[in-house]
């Protein structure tokens, strides 16, 4: 209960530094008996991988994935599956100067308040390349959600604002995700924001973004009242992610101007005798528990605190000064952030299966 | 784990329905040797109570807490301190209408799916009843953060936003907080606000709000990194607050627009040698750790569900229909959220507390 | 997890002092739709009372049990169930001496040294009132294990030794427990016991006793190893009722004096096709999964440690005293602990049945 | 919690199987800046090691322990400690006879049975190799005791019966238990078991053994009641030890024999003005809370059950046969649980102490 294990029946434990020998997680509560294997996880880990193009960090890294235990003849076998990255790149060298500074916005002062020590190299255990694991992690969580009888969920992500730049809903086109560096479902924004970034980038500054992640597919029933609701565990889930600082649900913040009139999601009865909804703003979850609806999550990264523009701080002696963070970053961390996202989403899906699972009659 | 509990250390289990012969919790994780009596949290609950003007629900419920457990002579003795509330006022009849019907944007529909039976009166466990059970923990909770040593934390809550009517920070009073029924720091708004809620009311309709809860005086070095960092454990606990939609931590979503230059908290040497921060973008939590700042959160409520005015839905047979909720409801749920999100910061600290003591060296 | 609650997926959290107003528990985790009504829980609960007869404490507690939430038109809801009991003969008048002194054998000086504060009227919360909540949690568990297809689940426990005394296994008749004051299942043992007991009684002194508890119709596959093995789950119950210093399993301790050849519980092939055993030193559990035979525990229970025999004590000063236990005790706490033992049985197979209902594919 | 992870707040989730690539361990709540290093750990991993001597499995394992996170520049950071241990000697051949096969006594039936899949490989997750990982985690948690101000806690086990042969306790020293292939603090024992063990492993055939574990130095106050004790978690711990049956807290079983004059552990007033017990029947923990005496645990482990000699039993195709269990077999399992039982008690004792850290005042 240190902190560094997420879900509840479904539950994987993360460990490592950015620049220690390996990361990785052990993932417990995995159902038996469905395929993994380490290719499936890559594909996953793939995405998120650094070094793709000019708008993520350059630091190269294969972030290759090996199962240590729990898949036996390509099998789950219902012990835990070990989940290894080695670290391939660390060159120490680039952190040499935050070693007694404190970079603003990073965990550099915290980690010292709290711990007394801290492995200052890249950030040690609060880079984001923890996230690597949780994006491996949530890979299995995939597979525990194709074994839903019937369901056919599928979890999706997208970023949907960089900086004040947001995307147009009218041009959303999923397909158009994969298509460019910026899991951008618009592609004219797509076009604009890769000059808007390329302009930050080059005079050393960064920006914030907005991630929006959507699962389909997921039967009512789902998510336990009262402290564990299903919108509460993701926007628990979602906060953990790095340069994380707000979540919402369907409308989120815009439902605290609407009406009750016209917030209601009023309900019809389907073709197949379940009710439907003639709207979303609860984004899939009412009173905790999934409607069966799409479950809609949005979240805001701040920008990349790590900047060539210099920055006044302290050092851990008690001195002012300044500091420009050189290395390798990424410009607007909230990239990255959409498979982490999704691999969230995943988990937390897959938590939610396994315990309505356990008190379904 | 089914869900009704909170915290890890500090940690209370809540029971009770709507219109079941009582509410209350069962807190756990209570140092010893705290003062603690029944009016230290009787005024805690005075603030939440139904039935104190026209804004608000006009069930006339006492919320008289007593305690059945874990206190002696005055002082709390390490062992659980069960709480208990009697329901008075149930008024059954009013609720007939709702035993079949789902009223949208409530849990009907989902509880039925997830478990095949609810207990419809006032909407049983799902009803906004329940947080009185948390503001009764939160006063335990607050006498927890009363004994760390030098720290004199202080937790306040306003409401910042009724419909689309922001308070303006210019005019922020916090003694203006209790001198209004909107807990609003801005005198000027709460006049405004009264006129807008009044004709809403009437008109039989609701409308959302948003409220702020500020945390002053906890020290750096709270919080447990990764998965329990110290906003997602705040951002889990107001998202379980009935009708909450979004939460965010300092800048929160408007840190997505700022750049990295924009959003760094830099840093100076304080008069004591402590780091001090020239801004609070990120709210007081740096990697998941208090910085010793103020810790600020921000949440959305949606509009009250329970509207006069007739919506669309289905019953639980299958058949297409409408529904008005009668009865006695709030037309702006969020004020009464105001003390419940205090009561929830108040146990995230101090369960942090607690877990920061434990692996402190 | 300050340590009053006890289970996973099926959890409950007790409360209450021996002398303060009320004693219960909250139970987490029931499924929906079981029956469930207060006749129901206080059939076991009557078991365990108090006063019955000369053998045991004669304080008089009619230990009447509601239900205060969880349960809706005599069916449970998913929500959690809470179950309230008042105390009602408290006479505290009779522990006056024991406010300084620490009685040998209990939990006064440990209470002390941890909390620095204890409520010593009747033992507080280290009484072994405590367990009539488990009991009633025991009852509910009851209810779930009845709600496995097709099983038939029984739990039956027994005193099998009292002091040096062991029952007959050649005269054991599981239909005899019910007609004596021991719980024994043979009724020549019985005879002799209530003799010996008698002495002990009058001459100021107790005894200590062995209970075994046996569940029979469990399915094989419940379980969780690693570090909760069902028969590691239930070494962990045994041992939190009061006064329980070992617990074994199956053959238990004389399994250490067996060989390999002798241990071995070989296997056949039953008339339904699934392997039958040939013998059960396993208890029911191999690996801390169920085997589908008889799960068999027994536990050691020491002495009542209130006798009316001066002991060598200190107070809570740092003087040397002496101390004499009056008032209303067991003679021998072991007979009460056998619907104690039973319940706890119930707890941990409910727990276990969800937990692999969450994982079974 | 799916059952692979042990202890609340120093906590550890281990993963492997007996022939995969690796085993080892995640430890969570690892307080900061104890000094720790791959050749501390590894002298406790070497005490257990296989292939030491005639009277435990010929597999050549070095057991060699890699740090893969959690320390920097010697010190534990707050952050996960990983530990990772790959298999070398996998042998894999050895087994195949045991692919359809359920051994009597092994987890073989049970794992086919709850998962529908089972790593037959040595075993798989059931093996006993598993508890390499522990005695690892077992390393760290004797670090954070280490640390424990003024306490000089110490943790010894030893073996005190092989069959039906036990030690003369008037014959212990600490010192022969370095000694002996055995563990055992008595000499001239140690020569008889010497014999009996040789007779019985040429004959094909093994044998179980009782283990006692002690920790002397623990101050009083340490524990968690209700559900939580002291006495309860060791009990747990040491449960979940392959192939233990029993589990004993000081006078154990021996206590229901006991009247309640003999078993009162009566007090005295020490030289430093703190109560000094006479006697230890309660094993140092009274409520589930430590007493400062020596805690005292024994456990009862069943005899391997890989044996030479034939045994019924049925396949998983539902035919009877019989099996003869070749490979490399300890012939006595209980001799290397010593260290094993040694380390869990040293995770129960760190654990106990962080609870008790957080809550003290």
């Not at 560094?4 to 539950?11: A, D, H, K, V, Y």
């Not at 009139?261 to 005798?273: F, L, Q, S, Y």
Request: glycine content about 12%.
């Amino acid at each position: 209960m240190a902190g560094n294990s997420f879900g509840t029946l479904f539950r994987f434990t993360t460990f490592g530094e950015s620049h220690g020998p390996a990361i990785g997680c052990v993932v417990d509560g995995v159902p038996p008996r469905l395929p993994l294997d380490e290719g499936f996880i890559q594909a996953f880990l793939d995405k998120r991988k650094p070094g793709q193009n000019k708008y993520v960090t350059q630091r190269q890294e294969p972030d290759r994935v090996q199962i240590k235990s729990g898949v036996f003849e390509g099998l789950t076998t219902g012990t835990p599956v070990m989940l290894f990255i080695e670290n391939e790149d660390q060159r120490s060298k680039d952190y040499g100067d935050i070693k007694d500074k404190y970079r603003p916005g990073h965990a550099d002062y915290t980690y010292d308040a709290k711990y007394g020590i801290r492995d200052y190299r890249g950030g040690g255990r609060s880079s984001a390349r923890e996230t690597a694991s949780r994006v491996a992690a949530g890979a299995v969580a995939r597979r525990v959600l194709e074994s839903v009888p019937g369901a056919g969920i599928t979890i999706r992500g997208a970023m949907v604002q960089m900086g004040p730049h947001k995307v147009d809903r009218a041009n959303w086109d999923w397909s158009a995700v994969a298509e460019n560096p910026f899991f951008c479902p618009d592609r004219q924004a797509a076009e604009r924001w890769a000059d808007y970034l390329d302009g930050l980038r080059k005079s050393g500054n960064s920006v914030g973004a907005v991630v929006e992640v959507v699962a389909s597919g997921v039967p009512a029933g789902w998510g336990e009242p009262i402290y564990d609701k299903l919108d509460s565990e993701l926007a628990a889930a979602m906060m953990t992610i790095n340069a994380v600082k707000g979540v919402e649900i369907g409308a989120g913040f815009a439902a605290a101007e609407l009406t009750g009139i016209e917030n209601a999601d009023e309900m019809r009865v389907g073709p197949d005798g379940k009710p439907v909804f003639l709207s979303n703003h609860a984004g899939g979850v009412l009173g905790g528990i999934s409607t069966g609806q799409d479950i809609v999550v949005r979240f805001a990264i701040k920008p990349t605190s790590s900047i060539l523009t210099p920055r006044l701080t302290v050092d851990r002696f008690g001195n002012e000064t300044e500091i420009v963070t050189k290395g390798r970053h990424d410009p607007c961390v909230g990239i990255r952030a959409v498979p982490v996202g999704e691999a969230m989403m995943a988990v937390v899906l897959a938590d939610a299966y396994l315990r309505q699972k356990a008190m379904a009659r």
